[in-house]
């Protein structure tokens, strides 16, 4: 190294803009690219797209333009190489400038002990970065052993964390507790909220076992499955027999399902047959205090003796048969209610609930998996049935007894009304338990039984009634009137239509309906009355009939349901009205002595010739003239057993009309031979002899 203390500057190399090196690099540079030919826009692209913002010489150039705060413009873009290029001399301009300061300080060369000053301080400090290096590689080397074997116990720790939290997981959800357990199995524990969500947990664990069973590995999801079954199973056990006692310490007076049992009941119902169980262990208990409380309430008095003064026995009380009935069949319909009541709030409101439980155990069920789908249809649960078919069970056993008692009383009740009184209230009472329970209720076909048996009775009473009184059929009364057995027969069926008319009739049509009544009670005597009739004589017969028939319908018309068969004997009784005014019409003619020469002037009539007897009409003026002042007197006392007088007027008046007609013919015919025969005298024609006219017979029959 020269002593010159400007050797430092005389050998930097000059970066003037000017200076013939840097234009010959750029000269030679531009030569070369020219010389290749190459295109300057494709270069920049080229150039551009070569560039990557990971270069870190390239965000700092990046970085110091930003710090300009240069605008992108084209006059900007023009000056940035000059513009740089500037900068770079005038920091190297700097640097010597500082050198020639260091030179100027010393004129014994101070420079260069300074810059040996510099320089050993400089070895020190890389001696001193060396050992510090080697010390730092010789720590690493020896720390490393020890960094590797912590970072991987650091990731056995991590995995076993997260083992340790899966496993957590897994005993949380697929594991049940000891007090779950305790809750779930032991008898020992109440059926609370707890049980019920421990027997939640276990149904989803297996449930969610399946999952386990899709891995390759089933051993786990087998023994997880097989424990959490057994556990579901002494869950189900232990409510079942919880269910039990508990319908036994119900208030079975008045039971009142509260919402522990619904709520036990509706998870019961996953199990079919245990929860089918239960309903037929209710029931049974229910048959039997609903027996001995109608016991009781007969007698007064518990099966086992002990008396219960709180009650009026029936058998004391009523001492009728129609009340005693009512009173017994009144209990069992109280009883049906209150039943009813009691077991809606479960089948009604957790109907639903019920349902899909009972179908959701079903469907478990491995017998149901070859069932047919019909049968499956058939087993869907109907809360509403169901309903009908416990209450109906409850009640099966109280019903016996109601049976025995009612068939005691049918049987030895011996009068007609009170029997068919009895049939009716058992009707209503059909009719009632038909609504409560539907028409398949076994309650429903016993009283429809009892209903039958009574009338049965009540038919085979009026038989009886009938062939007893069947000697009274051949007597009739002097007045022909209704007969007595015909009135009695017709108070009876007053009464019996007024039952009926009180009643609530099944059938639409009630007149249908109360047809076989008419055709046991009445039509029978009616029936008498026409044989008696029979063996009268015509007109006497007819009378006696129309009485019978007339007083029938008036019986009848009291009531809307008998309009029909009223109408009926109206129409009969106009029937023999006719001929009493055949026979009213035959006493005109022959009491008034005409009838012969009526009768010859229809036959002379008919044959378009004939002519009038003066002698035959003198002897038949002179019986007219002898009949005309009582005739209508004598009419009317033909038929004065007709009880309706109107009627009798009516028939006599329709008689005599005829008889008025066919003497205005008479008396047309006298005109017409009067009018013929010209030669004639007054003193000698037909009017001399048979002086009376059309109209004087009618004022006379009038």
């Known amino acids: 190294m020269s002593s010159d203390p400007s050797w430092s500057v005389r050998n930097l190399p000059s970066r003037d803009a000017s200076s013939p090196g840097l234009l010959s690099v750029e000269n030679s540079s531009a030569s070369s690219s020219a010389s290749k030919g190459v295109n300057p826009l494709t270069s920049k692209v080229t150039s551009v797209l070569s560039t990557t913002h990971s270069d870190t010489e390239f965000r700092d150039a990046l970085a110091l333009l930003d710090q300009r705060g240069i605008q992108n413009d084209a006059e900007t873009r023009r000056r940035l190489r000059l513009d740089l290029q500037k900068e770079v001399i005038d920091s190297n301009a700097e640097v010597i400038t500082e050198f020639g300061r260091v030179a100027e300080r010393d004129p014994y060369q101070p420079s260069l002990q300074q810059l040996r000053r510099i320089k050993t301080t400089l070895d020190k400090l890389n001696s001193g970065y060396e050992d510090t290096k080697s010390q730092v590689v010789a720590a690493h080397n020896q720390t490393s052993p020890a960094l590797s074997e912590t970072a991987s116990l650091l990731e056995q720790r991590r995995q076993v964390e997260v083992k340790q939290e899966l496993l957590g997981a897994f005993k949380k959800h697929f594991i049940m507790s000891e007090n779950e357990m305790a809750a779930l199995t032991m008898i020992a524990e109440p059926v609370d909220d707890q ?52 319908f036994k310490t119900l208030n079975l007076e008045n039971p009142q399902m509260n919402s522990s049992i619904r709520r036990a009941l509706r998870v019961l119902a996953e199990r079919p047959s245990l929860f089918q169980n239960c309903l037929d262990f209710f029931a049974e208990a229910r048959e039997r205090i609903l027996s001995d409380s109608f016991y009781v309430a007969l007698t007064g008095s518990s099966p086992s003796g002990a008396e219960d003064r709180s009650v009026k026995p029936i058998d004391m009380t009523a001492h009728d048969p129609l009340r005693y009935v009512g009173d017994m069949l009144a209990w069992i319909h109280s009883s049906t209610v209150s039943e009813r009541e009691a077991l809606e709030i479960l089948f009604v409101a957790e109907g639903e609930e019920l349902a899909k439980g009972l179908k959701s155990g079903r469907d478990a069920e491995i017998w149901r998996l070859v069932a047919d789908d019909d049968d499956e249809a058939e087993a869907d649960f109907n809360a509403l049935k169901a309903l009908h078919d416990l209450v109906d069970r409850d009640i099966s056993g109280a019903a016996r007894v109601l049976r025995q008692r009612v068939e005691q009383v049918i049987q030895a009740n011996e009068d007609i009304i009170p029997s068919y009184k009895l049939a009716n209230l058992i009707n209503f009472y059909r009719i009632t338990f038909q609504k409560a329970l539907g028409p398949e209720s076994n309650l429903v076909e016993l009283v429809e039984s009892l209903e039958k048996e009574a009338l049965r009775q009540f038919r085979a009473l009026v038989r009886d009634h009938i062939a007893t009184i069947q000697g009274e059929f051949q007597h009739t009364s002097s007045d022909l009137g209704p007969p007595l057995f015909l009135q009695d027969s017709l108070k009876q069926l007053n009464a019996i239509s007024k039952t009926y008319d009180s009643s609530l009739a099944a059938s639409e049509d009630r007149e249908t309906e109360f047809e076989n009544v008419l055709a046991e009670a009445f039509e029978p005597f009616m029936a008498g009355c026409e044989n008696m009739a029979k063996s009268m004589e015509k007109r006497n017969g007819s009378i006696f ?94 038929l004065k057993h007709l009880q309706d007088s109107k009627l009798a007027r009516e028939i006599t008046e329709e008689a005599a009309e005829q008889f008025c007609d066919d003497f205005e013919q008479l008396e047309e015919e006298i005109i017409e031979e009067e009018e013929g025969s010209v030669d004639s005298d007054d003193d000698e024609g037909l009017r001399s002899v048979f002086p009376r006219t059309t109209a004087e017979i009618r004022v006379l029959l009038s």
């Open 545 to 638: 009939l129309i009485n019978c028939m007339l007083s029938a319908a008036r019986s009848l018309e009291l009531f809307e349901f008998t309009q029909t068969r009223s109408k009926r004997l109206r129409d009969k009784a106009a029937e023999e009205a006719k001929r009493l005014i055949a026979s009213q019409y035959s006493f005109f003619r022959q009491g008034s002595g005409l009838d012969a020469i009526f009768n010859m002037l229809q036959a002379d009539g008919d044959k378009g010739e004939g002519s009038l007897d003066r002698e035959v009409l003198s002897q038949a003026s002179h019986i007219l003239d002898d009949f005309l002042p009582s005739a209508l007197m004598d009419a009317m006392e033909n």
């Open 195 to 246: 049980f019920f969500d421990s027997l939640s947990k276990a149904k989803k664990i297996s449930k969610d076992c399946e999952i386990l069973l899709g891995f390759e590995k089933q051993t786990l999801g087998l023994e997880l499955m097989e424990q959490t079954s057994k556990n579901i199973n002494l869950g189900f056990q232990k409510l079942y027999k919880w269910i039990q006692r508990e």
